[in-house]
Nanobody
Framework: QVVIVESGGGLVQPGGSLRLSCAASGGHLSIYDVDWYRQAPGNQREVVAS???????NYTDSVKGRFTISRDSTKAVVFLQMNNLKPQDTGTYFC?????????????WGRGTQVVVSS
């Protein structure tokens, strides 16, 4: 069973930076496409950044130019570097690892890490 763990959240002032990390036990993220989602209180969960196994990346418009998704050299850890944070970036950030297989979609979620952007 693959267990996803996020870390790196916290309280930061507007304009500040945080780096979130996503790692897996029981599996290796190099074989998964990985997305970072966030969910603000009262809102639906939304995808903010994606990293495919082939290193393709994509971002939602509201974070382009401020957030960067990347993997370490072994591709076992996926990072979300968040710069110039804004209060509207506040929320719980979730890591989702997924890949299609012959037997169906393998889809794993972490429990989330909290990000609060406030002065």
């Amino acid at each position: 069973q693959v267990v996803i763990v996020e870390s790196g959240g916290g309280l930061v002032q507007p304009g500040g930076s945080l780096r979130l990390s996503c790692a897996a036990s029981g599996g290796h993220l190099s074989i998964y496409d990985v997305d970072w989602y966030r969910q603000a209180p009262g809102n639906q969960r939304e995808v903010v950044a994606s990293s495919s196994r082939s290193s393709y990346t994509n971002y939602t418009d509201s974070v382009k130019g401020r957030f960067t998704i990347s993997r370490d050299s072994t591709k076992a850890v996926v990072f979300l570097q968040m710069n110039n944070l804004k209060p509207q970036d506040t929320g719980t950030y979730f890591c989702n690892a997924h890949r299609p297989t012959f037997w169906g979609l393998h889809d794993y979620w972490g429990r989330g890490t909290q990000v609060v952007v406030s002065s």
